[in-house]
């Protein structure tokens, strides 16, 4: 089910898409400190249903999830245009999964528990003015 954690103000909106709850709470939280709006979602196929093109400006994801994984999401959205970049979050480590998650566009791989500096700059990066994929922007990279 969708959740809100931050009001329908201008700005970023990122989607985080993880089926532990407390992860995407501690996700949204952290965004939240960022100045950055969320929409959380605890399955792929959840926020598949209510993804439109533009709606959203970034991606975070988890790999293993019930249903559609982190990287099945991505090669869905890959696409879809504008392209949303993708950032994912996950216990899995493995070289194989993070190389196809990076050769599937992503823009950063980062390992539970994640640092917030990390984040943080990855965003800032994907986030930063005249770079939005939102179509609600009159302007595109």
Not at 24 to 53: G, K, Q
Not at 88 to 116: H, N, Q, V, Y
């Amino acid at each position: 089910m969708p959740v809100s954690t931050t009001p329908l103000l201008e700005g970023p909106l990122v989607a985080v898409v993880d089926d532990d709850e407390s992860v995407r709470e501690a996700l949204c939280d952290l965004l939240a400190v960022m100045d950055i709006r969320c929409r959380a979602f605890d399955r792929a196929e959840a926020f598949l249903i209510t993804y439109r093109a533009g709606a959203f400006d970034c991606l975070i994801t988890d790999v293993r999830m019930p249903g559609l994984s982190g990287l099945d999401l991505q090669d869905r959205l890959r696409r879809i245009s504008p392209p949303l970049p993708v950032i994912f979050i996950s216990a899995d480590t493995s070289a194989a999964t993070r190389a196809r998650a990076l050769a599937g566009g992503a823009i950063a791989f980062l390992a539970k528990p994640i640092s917030g500096g990390a984040l943080y700059e990855h965003l800032r990066v994907i986030l930063k003015p005249g770079r939005s994929t939102r179509m609600d922007d009159s302007h595109h990279e």
